[in-house]
């Protein structure tokens, strides 16, 4: 680190294997947080295929076995008293190992039947990261601001799969670069006045080549005798130009905001299934290669308004759209014009300083993504194929969300609920064709989907025993439909339910504490129900002594039905802190998974059956760590 007053720099570097990723989700890195009124979706580009291994859902280090090597530098820079200039860059590289085994029990009432599968995989990739911010102000009410970024990630997936007994190896590399560029001006015209603009490009490639040793979908080629290997390559590019101009206008009881802008996104991609067979030429379907362009250019105008009346706050917002769609593929090509108004409007109502009620509701226009889109299959896994519906469509959904509010954050009882509805008029559901080999997967277009959900929480601070008690409550709701197996349209109903009762210590002296238990339900119902239920309980006491000793002790249990293993998992944690030289010198020792619990399985239920999954963890270790700071 290095401080003065014209320039900070700091340099950070890390290399571990002991289960922490230290480079973290570096897609974040790039994302602004603007409130931008496109249809067109988040403007990043959606893999198609991805070797993935799921976490166990009882924190990331508990599963990850991994070796990590990063370095990261961040400088700030003032040249002159009216500009400032910020630098960050990043390169790292990681690779991560992951064993699981996976029972998938398939059960629809007309189709039964039980898959076995194990996975030994390792994700390895190379990051770099750069992004660069000037930021002038030329005089005391205006702003230039500009931001580029830069992002660079190889990765390199490889896994030893055993499906019913047939083993097979796969391999995935994924490139994807990412460049992007905005420009911000801000002028203030009065007081309460003010006048923004920017504009934004974007450009990114994620290029893709899949390989698989064996042909697990023999059916979907009778034709094709013997296959050594099964290749799929694909590409995908996206290119956004956003442009837009804001007028934001506003006093104590009124706020209002005009905006007039263009959004144009351009995907393009292809795919390409490739059968080979050593001393033959390769055979390449055309029922499963893709090529197709896919443009929308929104063009907006967005009003949006806020009253306070006394206890009472209005807001809303009206957006009218203009959406213009290009789709073009090997065989067609089709130029779809629509305008869409996306209205929303809800208030705010105090009804006394403990009591507040919020309440709105609005409607949603917007395109398909050229994921739902492809017009051919594509090979999305070791053994299931995806084709998209194959022409652009707007989706039109409404929002209804109700809060209430009854205390402050200052007294002994906070209490709130929420609820939210969401009726999808227009949405993609699946049609969906499933042997023990192979899934099919189309985009199909339905009509009513619905989701409903409700969350509660109370928090209580006792003051006799200086805790605070908390209590959460859950249910939600989600009903749509879809089609297996050339099937009429069925109904599925998914529920989920979830109950928790917590107690922390609230007091300033050497000793905390923090307890609590929780419990859910999963149920999904058509023809047949399926269902589990789990709980989970936790213990966290900490210690302190003086200024130079503290410690924290952790302890977790997990439960679930017999419908999945009926067996509970405990783990538990120890980490001790002391002091040698306060703010100076530190000495730390760690101890994770000290009852050296080596897996544990976690269960999920849909509409066409159940699926357990057994974790394979890291084993319990200890570790001292000395902590210097200059």
């Given at each position: 680190m290095?401080?003065?007053?014209?320039?900070?720099s700091?340099?950070?570097a890390n290399?571990?294997?002991?289960?922490?990723?230290?480079?973290g989700?570096?897609?974040?890195?790039?994302?602004?947080?603007?409130d931008?009124?496109?249809?067109?979706?988040?403007?990043r580009?959606?893999?198609?295929?991805e070797?993935?291994?799921?976490?166990?859902?009882?924190?990331?280090?508990?599963?990850l076995?991994?070796?990590?090597?990063?370095?990261?530098?961040?400088?700030?820079?003032?040249?002159?008293?009216?500009?400032?200039?910020?630098?960050?860059?990043l390169?790292g590289?990681?690779s991560?190992?992951?064993?699981?085994?996976?029972?998938?029990?398939?059960?629809?009432?007309?189709?039964?039947?039980?898959?076995?599968?194990?996975?030994q995989?390792?994700?390895?990739?190379?990051?770099?990261?750069?992004?660069l911010?000037?930021?002038?102000?030329?005089?005391?009410?205006?702003m230039l601001?500009?931001?580029?970024?830069?992002?660079?990630?190889?990765?390199?997936?490889a896994?030893y799969?055993?499906?019913?007994?047939?083993?097979?190896?796969?391999?995935?590399h994924?490139d994807n670069?990412?460049?992007?560029?905005r420009?911000?001006?801000?002028?203030?015209?009065?007081?309460?006045?003010?006048?923004?603009?920017?504009g934004?490009?974007?450009h990114?490639e994620?290029p893709?080549?899949?390989?698989?040793?064996?042909f697990?979908?023999?059916?979907?080629?009778p034709?094709?005798?013997?296959?050594?290997?099964?290749r799929?390559?694909?590409?995908?590019r996206?290119?956004?130009?956003?442009?837009?101009?804001?007028?934001l206008?506003?006093?104590?009881?009124?706020?209002?905001?005009?905006?007039?802008?263009?959004n144009?996104?351009?995907?393009?991609?292809?795919?390409e299934?490739?059968?080979?067979?050593?001393?033959?030429?390769?055979?390449?379907?055309r029922?499963?290669?893709n090529?197709?362009?896919y443009?929308?250019?929104?063009?907006?105008?967005?009003?949006?308004?806020?009253?306070?009346?006394?206890?009472?706050?209005?807001?809303?917002?009206?957006?009218?759209h203009?959406?213009?769609h290009?789709?073009q593929t090997?065989?067609?090509?089709?130029?779809?014009?629509?305008?869409?108004?996306?209205?929303?409007?809800?208030?705010?109502?105090?009804?006394?300083?403990r009591?507040?009620?919020?309440?709105?509701?609005?409607y949603?226009t917007?395109?398909?993504?050229?994921?739902?889109l492809?017009d051919?299959d594509?090979?999305?896994?070791f053994?299931?194929?995806?084709r998209?519906?194959?022409?652009?469509?707007?989706?039109?959904?409404s929002?209804?969300v109700?809060?209430?509010?009854?205390g402050?954050?200052?007294?002994?009882?906070?209490?709130?609920?929420?609820?939210?509805?969401?009726?999808?008029h227009?949405?993609f559901s699946?049609?969906?064709?499933?042997?023990?080999?192979t899934v099919?997967?189309?985009s199909?277009?339905?009509h009513?989907n619905?989701?409903?959900?409700i969350?509660?929480?109370?928090?209580?601070?006792?003051?006799?025993?200086k805790?605070?008690?908390?209590?959460?409550?859950?249910?939600?709701?989600?009903?749509?439909e879809?089609?297996?197996?050339h099937?009429?349209?069925?109904?599925?109903t998914?529920?989920?339910f979830?109950i928790?009762?917590?107690?922390?210590s609230?007091?300033?002296?050497?000793?905390?504490y923090?307890?609590?238990t929780?419990?859910?339900?999963s149920?999904?119902?058509?023809?047949?129900t399926?269902?589990?239920?789990?709980?989970?309980?936790?213990l966290?006491?900490?210690?302190?002594?003086?200024?130079?000793f503290?410690?924290?002790f952790?302890?977790e249990?997990?439960g679930?039905?017999?419908?999945?293993?009926?067996?509970?998992?405990?783990?538990?944690?120890?980490?001790?802190n002391?002091?040698?030289?306060?703010?100076?010198i530190?000495?730390r020792?760690?101890?994770?998974?000290?009852?050296n619990?080596?897996?544990f399985?976690?269960?999920?239920?849909s509409?066409?059956?159940s699926?357990?999954?057994?974790?394979?963890?890291?084993?319990?270790?200890v570790m001292?760590?000395?902590?210097?700071r200059?």
């Amino acid at each position: 680190m290095n401080f003065s007053k014209t320039h900070k720099s700091y340099l950070f570097a890390n290399m571990n294997n002991a289960g922490s990723d230290m480079m973290g989700n570096t897609d974040l890195l790039t994302e602004t947080g603007e409130d931008i009124p496109d249809v067109t979706g988040k403007q990043r580009i959606q893999e198609v295929l991805e070797l993935s291994a799921y976490s166990p859902g009882i924190g990331s280090k508990r599963g990850l076995f991994n070796r990590t090597r990063s370095v990261s530098s961040n400088t700030i820079l003032k040249p002159s008293d009216r500009m400032s200039i910020k630098a960050i860059g990043l390169l790292g590289a990681d690779s991560q190992d992951f064993t699981e085994s996976t029972i998938d029990q398939i059960e629809t009432g007309e189709i039964q039947y039980t898959n076995r599968q194990a996975y030994q995989l390792n994700k390895g990739k190379k990051t770099g990261f750069g992004k660069l911010q000037v930021i002038h102000n030329p005089s005391e009410n205006d702003m230039l601001e500009s931001t580029t970024f830069f992002y660079k990630n190889k990765a390199r997936d490889a896994s030893y799969l055993l499906f019913n007994d047939q083993s097979s190896q796969e391999h995935l590399h994924t490139d994807n670069s990412l460049f992007e560029q905005r420009l911000n001006y801000t002028y203030k015209i009065k007081n309460r006045s003010i006048l923004f603009c920017s504009g934004r490009f974007v450009h990114e490639e994620k290029p893709q080549e899949y390989y698989i040793d064996r042909f697990y979908f023999q059916e979907l080629f009778p034709e094709v005798k013997e296959v050594d290997e099964v290749r799929q390559l694909l590409a995908n590019r996206m290119n956004v130009f956003d442009a837009k101009i804001s007028l934001l206008k506003g006093d104590e009881k009124n706020r209002w905001l005009f905006q007039l802008g263009n959004n144009y996104r351009q995907d393009k991609f292809s795919s390409e299934l490739v059968l080979s067979k050593e001393g033959d030429k390769p055979l390449i379907p055309r029922s499963h290669f893709n090529n197709l362009s896919y443009g929308v250019n929104d063009f907006y105008l967005l009003g949006n308004y806020r009253h306070k009346f006394r206890q009472i706050e209005l807001f809303g917002s009206l957006a009218l759209h203009h959406l213009l769609h290009t789709y073009q593929t090997s065989s067609s090509r089709q130029k779809p014009c629509f305008w869409a108004i996306n209205p929303h409007a809800g208030m705010e109502w105090s009804i006394d300083r403990r009591n507040k009620l919020t309440a709105s509701y609005s409607y949603k226009t917007r395109s398909a993504q050229i994921s739902n889109l492809y017009d051919h299959d594509v090979l999305s896994g070791f053994r299931s194929f995806t084709r998209g519906y194959g022409s652009p469509v707007r989706l039109n959904s409404s929002f209804f969300v109700l809060n209430y509010q009854l205390g402050n954050f200052d007294e002994d009882l906070l209490a709130n609920v929420f609820a939210m509805y969401i009726r999808e008029h227009d949405s993609f559901s699946s049609d969906m064709f499933l042997s023990r080999n192979t899934v099919q997967t189309r985009s199909i277009l339905v009509h009513g989907n619905s989701f409903a959900s409700i969350n509660s929480k109370v928090d209580y601070y006792v003051k006799p025993i200086k805790s605070n008690i908390k209590l959460k409550v859950s249910f939600s709701e989600n009903t749509y439909e879809n089609i297996l197996n050339h099937s009429d349209f069925r109904k599925i109903t998914a529920n989920n339910f979830t109950i928790g009762l917590e107690m922390r210590s609230g007091g300033t002296s050497g000793f905390g504490y923090h307890i609590g238990t929780q419990w859910s339900r999963s149920l999904s119902h058509t023809a047949l129900t399926h269902s589990y239920c789990s709980d989970f309980s936790f213990l966290d006491l900490s210690c302190k002594l003086g200024k130079k000793f503290d410690a924290l002790f952790k302890l977790e249990r997990y439960g679930f039905s017999r419908s999945v293993s009926g067996r509970s998992y405990c783990f538990m944690d120890l980490q001790m802190n002391y002091r040698l030289i306060p703010q100076k010198i530190q000495l730390r020792l760690s101890g994770t998974n000290l009852l050296n619990t080596d897996q544990f399985i976690s269960a999920s239920v849909s509409d066409i059956g159940s699926s357990a999954t057994t974790y394979k963890l890291r084993p319990r270790s200890v570790m001292l760590t000395l902590e210097y700071r200059y």
